[in-house]
């Protein structure tokens, strides 16, 4: 029924509401006063156009949103199969170690061998990672400040991927499915991740067991860390050798798209430029899907296999993610092909209730037995550590800013965002193993 003075007191709470920019309360009071029958005034009629323009800017916007979205996943299924018939035939070839070159990592990177099984680490090559670096934080930069036009709780979403990644440090594992946790990621761990894979392609090299022709499945891939700790040392081995003609097929395994989506948009806009000839396949999904796995990866195709950090804290995880690899390691890696693990020394130690103790007889008992779980037989070995020895270093702040290389370009970020009083330096603490299958 309509009732002019319930009508008139309508239009006067909406006036209100506009004027003080209640939103909200003016679309409802606009709704009943559609609802009574009245005649719409002036204001009414101009506010409901505006909402009428804004919905249809909102699906413009979300359309051309989608078609990004939908233009980047086809670019991002590339077929190993249809690349390789478009580059025709490869000779497989296997880098052969340059001794200029090795010695040349190895004086950048301070890298001393402590023992048959330990190196430490302290150094960088700072022509490649400062560049990289300094693109990887105006790349986060530009990415947070386009964000913050966006949306209006970003200092919120923010604080949600950094509190999930900070689990890390109490020893749980996180979720990285925040809407930002992948710029968090990317200023947090990328940067010591990368320096990691980097030594780790690095001894493969300097073992003569990094092909020209190489197929690569990265499990739990995040970013694509291991692609470009590859890219970093290829750059790096380019003023020492004419590199022969390279063939790369990336293949990522990972749950969260966003990881992978953000990793190859730096990719393209950093590692590309460099002519870096690789080629990537992304398959969005968990490693704990076994049935559609067995059906999407290739068979005997892959030269290597690379664990970088995805093993589990809690038993129960662990247990069922061995069991996944073992079968992956079986079906898909190449009667030749190896397997690259790189395990935190905690992750590796704790489940077999050892403790951290400066004893290489030990240590070669745990990873054989690692390796065994896997259904694996061991190549070889080598302990990273920044500091040089086994045991935990009694300041490692102070050790750290005396001797480790600082992120220059991330730390700020780091300190912002993370409220934290301190340098990111780059360091390791890793045990990178080569593996076969038995």
């Given at each position: 029924?309509?009732?002019?003075?319930?009508?008139?007191?309508?239009?006067?709470?909406?006036?209100?509401?506009?004027?003080?920019?209640n939103n909200g309360l003016a679309k409802k009071l606009l709704k009943e006063i559609q609802n009574s029958g009245a005649k719409l005034?002036?204001?009414?009629?101009?506010?409901?156009?505006?909402?009428?323009?804004?919905?249809?800017?909102?699906?413009?916007?979300?359309?051309?949103?989608?078609?990004?979205?939908?233009?980047?996943?086809?670019?991002?299924?590339?077929?190993?199969?249809?690349?390789?018939?478009?580059?025709?035939?490869?000779?497989?070839?296997?880098?052969?170690?340059?001794?200029?070159?090795?010695?040349?990592?190895?004086?950048?990177?301070?890298?001393?061998?402590?023992?048959?099984?330990?190196?430490?680490?302290?150094?960088?090559?700072?022509?490649?990672?400062?560049?990289?670096?300094?693109?990887?934080?105006?790349?986060?930069?530009?990415?947070?400040?386009k964000l913050s036009r966006e949306k209006n709780n970003i200092d919120s979403l923010l604080e949600q991927a950094v509190d999930d990644?900070?689990?890390?440090?109490?020893?749980?594992?996180?979720?990285?499915?925040?809407?930002?946790?992948?710029?968090?990621?990317?200023?947090?761990?990328?940067?010591?991740?990368?320096?990691?894979?980097?030594?780790?392609?690095?001894?493969?090299?300097?073992?003569?067991?990094?092909?020209?022709?190489?197929?690569?499945?990265?499990?739990?891939?995040?970013?694509?860390?291991?692609?470009?700790?590859?890219?970093?040392?290829?750059?790096?081995?380019?003023?020492?050798?004419?590199?022969?003609?390279?063939?790369?097929?990336?293949?990522?395994?990972?749950?969260?798209?966003?990881?992978?989506?953000?990793?190859?948009?730096?990719?393209?806009?950093?590692?590309?430029?460099?002519?870096?000839?690789?080629?990537?396949?992304?398959?969005?999904?968990?490693?704990?899907?076994?049935?559609?796995?067995?059906?999407?990866?290739?068979?005997?195709?892959?030269?290597?296999?690379?664990?970088?950090?995805?093993?589990?804290?809690?038993?129960?995880?662990?247990?069922?993610?061995?069991?996944?690899?073992?079968?992956?390691?079986?079906?898909?890696?190449?009667?030749?092909?190896?397997?690259?693990?790189?395990?935190?020394?905690?992750?590796?130690?704790?489940?077999?209730?050892?403790?951290?103790?400066?004893?290489?007889?030990?240590?070669?008992?745990?990873?054989?037995?690692?390796?065994?779980?896997?259904?694996?037989?061991?190549?070889?070995?080598?302990?990273?550590?920044?500091?040089?020895?086994?045991?935990?270093?009694?300041?490692?702040?102070?050790?750290?800013?005396?001797?480790?290389?600082?992120?220059?370009?991330?730390?700020?970020?780091?300190?912002?965002?993370?409220?934290?009083?301190?340098?990111?330096?780059?360091?390791?603490?890793?045990?990178?193993?080569?593996?076969?299958?038995?």
């Amino acid at each position: 029924m309509n009732n002019p003075l319930a009508n008139w007191w309508r239009s006067v709470k909406f006036n209100e509401a506009v004027k003080s920019q209640n939103n909200g309360l003016a679309k409802k009071l606009l709704k009943e006063i559609q609802n009574s029958g009245a005649k719409l005034s002036w204001e009414e009629k101009l506010f409901k156009d505006q909402l009428q323009l804004e919905k249809l800017l909102a699906q413009k916007n979300n359309r051309i949103k989608e078609g990004d979205r939908q233009l980047a996943e086809l670019e991002m299924q590339l077929s190993f199969g249809e690349l390789n018939d478009s580059l025709g035939p490869i000779d497989e070839l296997t880098l052969f170690p340059d001794a200029k070159f090795i010695e040349y990592i190895s004086k950048s990177f301070k890298l001393i061998e402590c023992d048959q099984s330990m190196i430490q680490c302290t150094g960088i090559d700072d022509k490649v990672f400062n560049n990289f670096e300094q693109h990887l934080s105006g790349f986060i930069k530009n990415d947070l400040n386009k964000l913050s036009r966006e949306k209006n709780n970003i200092d919120s979403l923010l604080e949600q991927a950094v509190d999930d990644i900070q689990k890390l440090k109490e020893g749980q594992d996180p979720q990285y499915n925040f809407e930002l946790s992948p710029h968090i990621y990317l200023m947090r761990y990328f940067l010591d991740n990368v320096y990691c894979t980097y030594l780790a392609w690095f001894l493969i090299y300097k073992a003569g067991l990094l092909p020209t022709k190489v197929n690569i499945l990265d499990i739990a891939a995040g970013p694509g860390t291991v692609a470009y700790g590859l890219g970093l040392l290829l750059q790096s081995s380019s003023e020492f050798f004419a590199t022969p003609p390279m063939h790369i097929s990336y293949y990522s395994l990972e749950q969260q798209k966003a990881f992978q989506y953000r990793g190859l948009q730096f990719w393209r806009q950093y590692m590309e430029p460099q002519a870096m000839n690789a080629y990537f396949r992304f398959d969005t999904s968990s490693i704990f899907d076994r049935d559609s796995q067995s059906q999407r990866l290739p068979k005997k195709f892959f030269d290597f296999i690379v664990i970088s950090h995805c093993f589990f804290n809690d038993e129960e995880g662990r247990e069922k993610s061995h069991h996944i690899y073992n079968d992956i390691f079986t079906n898909s890696l190449t009667d030749s092909g190896h397997v690259l693990l790189i395990i935190q020394e905690k992750k590796l130690l704790i489940p077999y209730k050892v403790r951290r103790v400066d004893n290489a007889q030990q240590e070669l008992g745990v990873v054989k037995q690692f390796v065994a779980d896997l259904g694996l037989n061991l190549v070889w070995y080598k302990y990273l550590s920044s500091t040089g020895s086994r045991t935990s270093h009694p300041n490692f702040g102070k050790f750290a800013k005396e001797h480790l290389p600082v992120q220059e370009f991330i730390s700020p970020l780091f300190r912002q965002h993370f409220k934290l009083p301190y340098d990111l330096n780059y360091g390791v603490d890793d045990y990178v193993i080569l593996a076969k299958k038995r």
